[in-house]
Nanobody
Framework: QVQLVESGGGLVQAGGSLRLSCAASGSAFSIDAMGWYRQAPGKRRELVGTITRGGTPTYADSVKGRFTISRDNAKNTVFLQMNSLKPEDTANYYC???????????????WGQGTQVTVSS
């Protein structure tokens, strides 16, 4: 069973940066598309960005130009570099492997604990 462990969250002032990491166990990591999600209190979990097994990223409009997704298949790790953070980025951030569903993506595995990002104004 694949386990996903997110880390790197914290408290940062608006305009600051954080780099999140997601370590995945399981031999299938290198062939999976991966995604970063976030969930703020009282809101639905939303997909922040994706990265294909070949390294091509996509981003939600709300983070485009500020966030960068990358991956290291040799280390079974995916990263989320977050710059120019805003208070509305405050949420618990999660990663997951992705499966295609029509034109979208759905998460494949059970969720990890996530890592909390808090952006103060």
């Amino acid at each position: 069973q694949v386990q996903l462990v997110e880390s790197g969250g914290g408290l940062v002032q608006a305009g600051g940066s954080l780099r999140l990491s997601c370590a995945a166990s399981g031999s299938a990591f290198s062939i999976d598309a991966m995604g970063w999600y976030r969930q703020a209190p009282g809101k639905r979990r939303e997909l922040v960005g994706t990265i294909t097994r070949g390294g091509t990223p996509t981003y939600a409009d709300s983070v485009k130009g500020r966030f960068t997704i990358s991956r290291d298949n040799a280390k079974n790790t995916v990263f989320l570099q977050m710059n120019s953070l805003k208070p509305e980025d405050t949420a618990n951030y999660y990663c997951n492997a992705l499966d295609r569903l029509g034109s979208g993506w759905v998460p494949r595995h059970s969720w990890g604990q996530g890592t909390q990002v808090t952006v103060s104004s």
